[in-house]
């Protein structure tokens, strides 16, 4: 596919390069031809060399139509295998661009999914986490109003002994007026 490609690309580009240059000498083949053009002329009107010429003109212009016609199917050949060539891979190329769309959007798709999941985990992590915290600041609270209790208890026993120790004092005290009274009734 590529070589016929080359191949039109190039034919076309000596094409353009020999309209486009000056006329180079001629080739070895076309001063033979002038040549033996010439000595015809110059051999003069004879019959025979003129019946000879308009043969060899009649040969020389079929020759030259079957040329040209083959030139003509030849490149009618390399544009229609070139224009085919084209086709294919226009058609290739958008074949790949079609799978190459539908990868993509694949692609795109399981991106927001994984986008829509990964969401999804850092939002129960915050909810965990906002959980978590709650619960510490509960246990933190509750610490808190036991370590209060704890200190207030202590208080009271702390206050506690010192009323049994002021009740036993008390006591004491009043057992010994019960005695001095006792023995001032007496």
Do not use: C
């Not at 080359?6 to 000056?22: G, L």
């Not at 084209?86 to 959007?105: M, P, R, V």
């Not at 798709?109 to 986008?115: M, N, S």
Request: charged share 40%; proline share 3%; hydrophobic share 25%.
């Amino acid at each position: 596919m590529s070589s016929l490609y080359t191949r039109s690309k190039d034919f076309t580009r000596n094409r353009k390069s020999q309209s486009d240059s000056p006329p180079a000498s001629p080739s070895p083949t076309a001063k033979t031809l002038r040549h033996e053009r010439l000595s015809r002329l110059e051999s003069g009107g004879s019959n025979p060399t003129t019946s000879d010429s308009y043969g060899d003109r009649a040969s020389a212009r079929a020759r030259r139509e079957a040329r040209e016609a083959r030139l003509a199917t030849l490149t009618s050949r390399v544009e229609e295998d070139s224009n085919r060539d084209y086709k294919k891979l226009y058609e290739s190329a958008l074949t790949e661009n079609q799978k190459l769309k539908t990868k993509l959007q694949e692609a795109q798709l399981e991106l927001a999914d994984i986008k829509s999941k990964l969401e999804k985990v850092t939002q129960q992590k915050q909810e965990k986490t906002s959980d978590r915290s709650s619960v510490l600041e509960m246990e933190k609270r509750e610490r808190r109003a036991l370590e209060r209790k704890m200190s207030e208890m202590e208080e009271e026993m702390k206050v506690l002994t010192e009323l049994k120790s002021d009740n036993q004092r008390l006591k004491d005290e009043n057992g010994a007026l019960i005695r001095v009274i006792s023995k001032l009734s007496k």
